[in-house]
């Protein structure tokens, strides 16, 4: 199992928590929790699939309106687009989706239905526009869709079931169920919210070197350089709680509205 100090064979939970413990899903929250002896390296693998560029999600088809930027003339280079990419982490969606995806994590922890919604909810409200609204939901939705048809799991059928028994039907963004199915799959906060926000770079990342162009290896200098600043953001988002939430981006909400006219889009936002 992985848990916040590395990845362990033992029956923790991903609170860090024995099987049983305060905090833990009991069976009342649709299972008992991972067996004893839950595989390491089978989460570790499914934890690398979940966030995948291959995973069926469509995160190639988004670019975070990092295609009005390079029409702009705003980011025309590696050193440009590492800057870009560095105040989107800081600023923008990188911190609230650190800080929404640890508490939804936290609440999917505990089986905290209503906790969850509340977090679910805040998460796509706070898109500030309609293609990041679609980037982000739209995964978010093809994400669940892809974990429920291939890893099946009583816990995470009984937590949406109790969201659905409470007369809600939260809209769920890529960081929210991504926390939700590492939470309910037993992947610790810290692991999982790395891995998600690195793949979120990644895929911002991949968009500016198909369309600036640049080479795989600026890419990838760029991906390693920004790694500090994603480890920040993840351990600064574990105790921030939902107060800290907020952002000052402005040019790249700017961005993601100019590019629902731009005159040619290869991305969807």
């Known amino acids: 199992m992985i848990t916040d100090t590395g990845i362990t064979g033992t029956g923790t ?5 024995a099987d049983g413990q305060d905090g833990d899903l009991g069976p009342s929250a ?32 988004y670019s975070h309106g990092l295609e009005w930027a390079i029409e702009d003339g705003s980011v025309a280079s590696a ?14 969606a990188g911190r609230t989706d650190a800080i929404l995806f640890t508490e939804a994590h936290a609440a999917a922890s505990r089986g905290d239905a209503a906790r969850l919604g509340e977090v679910v909810d ?43 028994r409470r007369g809600h039907a939260p809209v769920f963004t890529h960081a ?14 810290r692991p999982a919210g ?19 162009p640049l080479g795989q290896t600026d890419g990838l200098r760029i991906l390693k350089a920004l790694g500090p600043l994603v480890r920040a953001l993840v351990d600064e988002a574990a105790t921030a709680g939902l107060d800290g939430v907020g952002g000052v981006a402005l040019r790249a ?15 969807r936002s």
Not at 123 to 142: D, F, N, V, W
Not at 176 to 189: K, L, P, R
């Open 13 to 17: 939970t991903s609170t860090g928590m």
């Open 30 to 61: 649709g299972g008992a929790g991972p067996p004893p002896d839950a595989d390491a390296d089978g989460a570790l693998l499914d934890l690398m699939v979940w966030l995948s560029p291959a995973f069926p999600v469509g995160g190639f088809t």
């Open 79 to 92: 050193a440009g687009l590492e800057a870009w990419l560095a105040d989107v982490l800081r600023h923008g």
């Open 122 to 164: 805040l998460a796509a409200a706070l898109q500030p526009t309609r293609e990041r609204r679609l980037e982000a939901t739209a995964q978010g939705t093809a994400f669940l869709t892809a974990i429920r048809d291939t890893w099946p799991q009583a816990r995470l059928d009984a937590l949406l079931d109790d969201l659905g």
């Open 176 to 189: 929210t169920a991504v926390a939700t199915v590492a939470a309910v799959h037993g992947v610790a906060a």
């Open 194 to 212: 790395l891995a998600y926000l690195q793949a979120f770079a990644a895929t911002v990342i991949s968009a500016g070197v198909r369309t600036i």
């Open 253 to 267: 909400d700017i961005a993601s509205m100019k590019h629902e006219t731009q005159y040619t889009r290869l991305y």
